[in-house]
């Protein structure tokens, strides 16, 4: 019998590459709703390199995985998606750093928290979009690479 660690598994990757914002933008979301500014600062905060990783490791799919023009066009999306949430995070934390103190949200701050909550669900439409389009046997290959 063979053991896998999970961490090394390359599904386990995948979801934790698209997860982790999530989860970050999330619970910024309800720091805000709950009064929290300084938590969902520093959940912006970590959004930005954890979101720019993302958006590299999609970027570079894109160019080592040449597929059909359908694929490379949703997959050109999803690396403009991930790149547009960088920039959302680094304008949320940016708009939250200087009134942190005051325990006040920002409009802009409101404004990217909304953005990235929505470039997130199309992300994840997309997402399930191309893969519903794949072929079955291929979906399994795929979904164990990467």
Known sequence: MKWVRPMHSPL???VARRAVPAGLVVIAAFADASGSPH????AFLALVPVA?????????????????????????????????LV????????????????GVIPPLAT???????VV??????LELVALARRPRER???VSLEG
């Open 12 to 14: 386990f990757m995948v």
């Open 39 to 42: 938590l969902a600062f520093y």
């Open 52 to 84: 720019a990783v993302t958006a590299l490791g999609a970027y570079g799919d894109l160019l080592e995985r040449p597929g059909s023009a359908e694929e490379d066009a949703a997959r050109r999306l999803q690396a403009a998606l991930w790149a547009g």
């Open 87 to 102: 920039a959302l995070a680094v304008a949320g934390a940016a708009a939250r750093a200087p009134v942190l103190d005051d």
């Open 111 to 117: 404004t990217a928290l909304i953005a990235a909550l």
């Open 120 to 125: 997130l669900c199309v992300e994840g439409v």
């Open 139 to 141: 979906r399994a290959r």
